[in-house]
């Protein structure tokens, strides 16, 4: 028996010899590298607690042209990798492979091919997608099959993230069944509203033959070449990213078209929630941050909130309630509720202490954006908006604001919240999908709720979620317990890196009885 490939792993203080994984885990973002949402942050914590799990794990994804390998002291010791673009063997591209590591030894490879990402941008510039987004994630996907087939260790599971990744499966499936009988593909929908739909002239770029070109295989029912519908059709497992958002996804309403696929998976479907890397989001660590503070510490926050007010230009008021939403500024956030919401109650506003100020770092949408503005105009002392990408800002909020606001139409997972909750900044937040899933609401449970719920997506519904915060927050014997409460609850990956490793040995287990 060869030892090197178990490791030892202590459960409920029973030690348990589990098999050492080797892991590709494919990614088109990956924090801190390249990041427009939540898929890169899962992108470098996930692997990072499979590694400190044991497992080897290797995150595969594009070398964009921000990104410099030589400033950023990578290494080329991997030989260059073969992408045949048609079918099993021709037009290779030879692409350059660039390596660093994340903590506990994640490796992180970068492939070069700057045709298809030696540009400003990773799907897209000023609002416009790319118009080769089919030419270069067909790239992506056959570049995820020809590095996982030429890992220097045998893989176990290929990990595959959103539609960037969803041909990666198909590849493998129909070039190289035999290779990848022994390996578990994966793939998870961090969102299922983004499913790279191509027209049928697209098609050519894939470089898979005439036969794929149907709607059983890489087409959908609407004759658009989909990237996300042919992954969940290939790949062996499929994940969403809350249990809640596992469900939402099977029915007509939020399905996307693809519930009925999906349904007939669901013996393959399963909903995980995201954990937080806490040495990157925790207060206590927190180094973007103007006092580092804790459980124990709660006056540091009260330091942070005035900073916040400080740099947004907004007068330092200690007892006004301060929301925070750090969001990309798209339908899917619920901006179009959040923007008349706030109107309307800070309209109402009759003294100079009540009501609440408003600090929004957002990026996206012009309309929304030109509707923030004047949000700000109208209310200077109320609101503040920070048009723009900034992580320090985002962690600034997180530890400044009093509540954060997330009134999402749908959310697979969220992690904003879950990162609030962290710095003790009560999420209010509309009751879907994973935002449903971890958040409680005081009223429901006053021993254990983190937080503020609505139901309905409605301007009333969300305002009385925010004026029941604010209430709250104004009767600090009150608002004290609930942000002790919130700073207390666990969302590290651990539960869920677990439940991804037990998964990746169901798959494994299921490969050796086909056997
Ligand atoms: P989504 O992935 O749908 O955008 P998540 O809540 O899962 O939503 O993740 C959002 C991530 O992106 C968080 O890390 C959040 O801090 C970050 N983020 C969102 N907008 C911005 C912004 N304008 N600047 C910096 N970080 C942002
Ligand atoms: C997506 C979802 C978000 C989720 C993130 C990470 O961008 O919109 O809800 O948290 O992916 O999985």
Sequence with gaps: MDLSRYIITQDASELVAEKRLTIVFGSAEVAPFSKTGGLADVAASLPTALAQRGHNVVVFTPLYGHLDPHQMRMSRRLKPLEVPRQAKTQDKVEATLWETRLSHGVQVCFVQADDYFGREGLYGYDDQSFEDNADRFSFFGRAIVEFTRRHALPVDVM????????????????Y??????????MLTIHNLAYQGKFTPDDFQFTGLPKSFADTSKVFDANGDLNFLKSGIQYADRITTVSPGYADEIQTAERGEAL??????????????TNGADYNVWSPDVDRHIEVQYDVESLNGKRRNKAD????????????LPMVGV????????????????????LSDVKSDRDGFQLVVLGEGNKEYRDQLQQLQQDFPNRVAFHHGHSEPLAHRIQAGADILAVPS????????????????????VHATGGLADTVSDLRDDPDTGTGFVFNELTEDAFAGALERACAAYRNYRRWRPLMVRAMNRDFSWDESARRYESLYMAGIRDEMAAE
Aim: with cysteine; glycine share 8%; hydrophobic share 35%.
């Design 326 to 345: 750090i969001s990309r500024l798209t339908e899917q956030k619920g901006i179009d509720v959040l923007i008349p919401t706030v109107r309307t109650l």
């Design 259 to 272: 519930h009925e696929l999906l349904s007939e998976r669901s013996g393959d479907l399963e909903g995980i």
């Design 308 to 319: 916040l007010q400080h740099r947004m230009g907004l007068p330092i008021r200690p007892t």
């Design 409 to 428: 139409r749908y959310e697979p997972c969220g992690l904003t919240q879950i990162y609030a909750m962290r710095y003790g900044t009560v999420p209010v």
């Design 176 to 185: 190289y069944a035999d290779e990848f009988a022994d390996i578990t593909t």
């Design 159 to 174: 990990h595959c993230n959103d539609w960037h990744t969803g041909l990666a499966p198909v590849y493998a499936s129909h």
